[in-house]
């Protein structure tokens, strides 16, 4: 306490001199070095610290991130301690934990079907390249001395080459693309190693052996512990795009046509939309590595994840859509109040009907099970779509034709009305009208998505849902229009 | 000759036998699976057939790639055959010719600027986790025997598992993915490592020289034999999505108002904006890898990468605009022909207009100079949309508001008309104000094409086009409205 008054009483002290000019004399170029690295410090202590606090809303918004990382580090650990305490050093096992810890730090991918991928091309690539090291070094031993660099060069030469083009094409690139990197080390690595051919045998053995230890590991931490399925996250993210397209194009109608203020939450669900535009690459890639995975869950070795990438296009199509949309709800050029009320219920009806179809697939997706009532609900919203045209057919009313053929006696009408109180009527209407027909395009797109789920059904032999048969029977289908 | 006369005798006898009843007696379980295998092997020759003519394909399109794999091939030889010609087979050289090989594989890409982002990541990550690996080495020496494992392990753990959330980091994922594993490799390898601490200095001087052995080689191959500089691919891809946006515009512009069939060209000029809709993925990895790339051609070390990747995103808002417009051509409700030729003038006007900006735009992104007339083109181009406005608000003429107010009185009065041979007029009219309506759009996403050139052109300083002064006084100024 006494410590603490004291050094309170000096600060107290120097309080009065301690203005900028007064501290001047003591602030030389030590102290101007000394302010600086504060600076520095302080800059970065607070980079540092924003990348920590961004990493742990990552691992609060998807703790199985975490998991990941402690699993690569147990398995890392795993295999780290199990060379450790008995090693391999002899003559060639100096290498041999080597290829272990570098399998798994290469092999461990977040999602099963990525380490699959990766263990089945490693070692059917390292076994490959390996015999075919082999017999070329078999075939440059027996030409002599002097030939033999000279065939080992090529040999490396022509193969890697081969590899690498291998890679640029897209079929070979989505499946194999790790496996020709890795040929290509190998191969070089046997071609340039100096032992004799029975050695290599044995280091080829060795290596095999400690790359299958790897594998084996990894395969089996990452489908023990808390698994992440590819298959799954495709699945998952496919159904949940539905989910964020119902939930803008809701958002996109109720904003156009609400009455008071925009609310926060609605802007924030009308974005859904960004993210079915951008998922493309990530979908991809996951129905990519689902192919490698095994039956797991609900999901067969030959799921048809090519299909999920069909709908995801079929989404994509949509978005485009309530892309454009959306511009046209906060353009400034708005419709007059009576017309959007005229309009309204009909558009309404029309999109959340559309919402009901996209909501129903959703579900369809999510339980894999066909949906009984998806019928009744595509032709009610053909039907709501069907009476909003025909509302906006009923806008204009006569002489329509007529004056557009002659330009001249149009331009001369529009000229007197623009006199008069009536504004120029396509103007007040146009918003309206793109809202509308990009309403009905954006049903029509839906359509689209309703295939693409039906063919997945078909081939992925969902099952009818429980309550298919009564619901059927039911009289909503007195709304099923000719459409 | 004579051989050849009795073979073909010899047919000619068989022929009369040879129809499949005759065979039959032959083609027994040897005669099934002959034909098996015949047919599986030409499937097999097939597919190779295709996979081949396929690549064959990728190569005239892109020489470049093959001159890649060349450079590969040419970079793996060199490695091998220096270490193979004086091997550094010692205590720890064993290793030393498998680092400099495995740092080609691995390091050698496609683009510059990625085999930068690798060479250097690997080099740092090494020379860290290294430095890591033998101090945690130090500390875990002097703890005993029995704490040793223990101390190792769970550095392998603590470091392995930050190390590898640090990859899930979106900031650290785009610049430092590959030295996170490389840390995590190094790290592991070094405490694996059975070696005493004197040992590991001089290994790691070995790996460490080996490495960089490995990697300034493989900077010298990429950039000295025709490097693939990834600025320049982004700068190219860019200017070239430009190009393909506006040839897009141009072919449904056309199609639309066309008068005769549709052309095939026209269809595949028309497909231009789907490139531009999925280069997404390919521009982030590209800006990514640029960023590594030191002063190239017109480029400098700090050019804003960051900037082309805002102006493809508004070229792709450009392109979901194009996209909606192309179903609306595809589309069976078409405007009566009187009406489409009314505003086909006008149409066709605003989008030659709107092409214009985006050539001249690809013209400034591609010869890195300011355009002294883009000015001018924007006015052109806005004064054109506003005509075509004009001439849409000029379409229907009176009594509209009063209309639509009134519901039922419209429906009585639609009723009246739909009698008469006079068709419900907004129906007709409905698809051409669609296509006007994006049209108007269109433009004014390329406004925010034209922002994004602009603050490019400003960031990366670009110097007026030669011919500025001239043209800025020509006549063509009296196009320019007051937007």
Request: proline letters at 4%; aromatic letters at 10%.
């Amino acid at each position: 306490m006494a410590n603490k008054a004291s050094s309170r009483l000096e600060w107290r002290i120097n309080v009065p001199d301690g203005t900028s000019k007064v501290l001047e004399p003591e602030s030389g170029a030590v102290g101007k070095i000394w302010v600086g690295l504060k600076g520095c410090m302080g800059i970065i202590v607070w980079k540092v610290w924003r990348v920590l606090e961004h990493a742990w809303h990552i691992g609060v918004a998807d703790p199985r991130k975490v998991i990941h990382c402690i699993k690569v580090g147990l398995a890392l650990s795993i295999v780290s301690l199990f060379y450790y305490m008995r090693p391999l050093y002899d003559d060639f096992g100096g290498n041999s934990a080597m290829w272990a810890v570098m399998t798994v730090v290469v092999v461990f991918e977040y999602t099963v079907g990525a380490t699959f991928y990766k263990c089945i091309n490693r070692v059917i690539a390292t076994f490959l390249a390996g015999a075919l090291g082999v017999g070329i070094h078999l075939v440059a031993e027996q030409s002599g001395d002097q030939l033999k660099p000279i065939i080992l060069g090529i040999s490396v030469f022509l193969f890697a080459s081969a590899a690498t083009f291998s890679r640029f094409i897209p079929s070979v690139k989505a499946r194999f693309d790790y496996g020709a990197m890795i040929f290509i080390l190998t191969f070089s690595l046997v071609s340039v190693s100096g032992y004799r051919v029975v050695e290599l045998f044995e280091l080829a053995h060795l290596r095999l052996s400690t790359i299958a230890i790897g594998t084996s590991l990894c395969i089996l931490v990452t489908m023990l512990f808390c698994p992440v399925w590819a298959g799954c996250e495709l699945h998952h993210l496919i159904h949940q795009n539905m989910e964020k397209l119902a939930d803008s194009l809701d958002g996109c109608v109720t904003e156009y046509f609400k009455e008071n203020g925009s609310e926060k939450d609605l802007n924030k669900k009308m974005q859904g939309y960004k993210c079915v535009l951008n998922s493309k690459a990530a979908e991809e890639s996951m129905a990519n590595f689902a192919r490698w995975e095994p039956t797991h869950g609900r999901f067969n070795f030959r799921h048809p994840w090519k299909q999920y990438l069909k709908i995801g296009a079929s989404l994509r199509n949509c978005a485009y859509c309530i892309e454009t949309l959306n511009s046209c709800i906060s353009s400034e050029n708005q419709a007059p109040p009576c017309l959007r009320k005229h309009f309204s219920n009909k558009c309404m009806k029309a999109s959340s009907y559309s919402i009901n179809v996209l909501k129903e697939l959703a579900i369809t997706i999510k339980k894999m099970k066909k949906s009984s009532n998806i019928d009744v609900k595509v032709a009610e919203m053909n039907f709501a779509v069907e009476e909003l045209v025909d509302a906006l057919k009923s806008l204009p009313t006569t002489h329509f034709i007529a004056t557009t053929t002659g330009e001249e006696s149009t331009k001369a009408k529009v000229e007197g009305v623009e006199g008069s109180e009536y504004p120029s009527p396509i103007t007040k209407v146009l918003p309206l009208v793109k809202v509308v027909s990009l309403m009905v395009e954006i049903t029509t797109r839906i359509g689209g998505v309703v295939n693409a789920v039906e063919e997945l059904a078909r081939l992925a032999e969902f099952k009818a849902a429980k309550d298919g048969k009564p619901k059927q029977n039911q009289p909503t289908d007195k709304l099923v229009s000719d459409h």
